[in-house]
């Protein structure tokens, strides 16, 4: 039988959601011998692979990296998570939303820069004008809130999946019922 490929992915955030992963603990193994992470900032693989069955998505699209990165993604899942407050509603990344990219540039890299002012351009991906929740950049399957997601709720997702039914989530989140 072979395994369901799974990849996790970090956008703008803090990576809370990536922590709650890893502390799913020995659960972990328990889904290693159904799942294969081909993908993720926990594992040394640099390419998105072409095709993916579940991928878990933390955080926000923020600048114009994130806004390549989620759409390729979109294109190799087959199914595609929110994953944490950041992915789902902009959460703390979307603070900046209000005020506007250029006064935050501003504050950042004028006001308080003491060194070598100025916005950074080389190797830092342009910021987009707005913050945006995954599903205002593209399709998604399955949303997950929570600033994380618990452990016990990620894992229940997945095992949800993996038997080919969409997780009830009422009673595990606090959008819950």
Not at 30 to 46: H, N, R, T
Not at 85 to 90: L, N, Q, R
Not at 100 to 114: C, Q
Request: aromatic content about 6%.
């Amino acid at each position: 039988m072979s395994k369901i490929t799974v990849a996790t992915i970090w956008l703008d955030g803090c990576s809370g959601c990536h922590m709650s992963f890893l502390d799913m603990d020995e659960r972990l193994m328990q889904l290693a011998e159904k799942i294969e992470l081909v993908y993720s900032p926990l594992v040394d693989i640099k390419e998105f692979p072409e095709s993916v069955d579940i991928a878990l998505v933390e955080g926000s699209v923020s600048n114009t990296d994130d806004l390549e990165k989620i759409r390729k993604v979109r294109t190799h899942a087959r199914y595609l998570v929110s994953l944490g407050d950041c992915a789902v509603t902009g959460n703390v990344p979307g603070m900046r939303n209000p005020q506007g990219t250029a006064p935050m540039l501003h504050r950042a890299y004028h006001e308080n820069a003491t060194l070598q002012q100025g916005i950074p351009s080389r190797q830092v991906p342009a910021l987009l004008p707005v913050v945006l929740p995954v599903h205002q950049a593209v399709p998604v399957d399955l949303v997950v809130p929570g600033c994380p997601p618990s452990a016990d709720t990620i894992y229940y997702t997945l095992c949800e999946l993996l038997e080919g039914r969409i997780p009830d989530l009422a009673q595990r989140t606090r959008f819950g019922a």
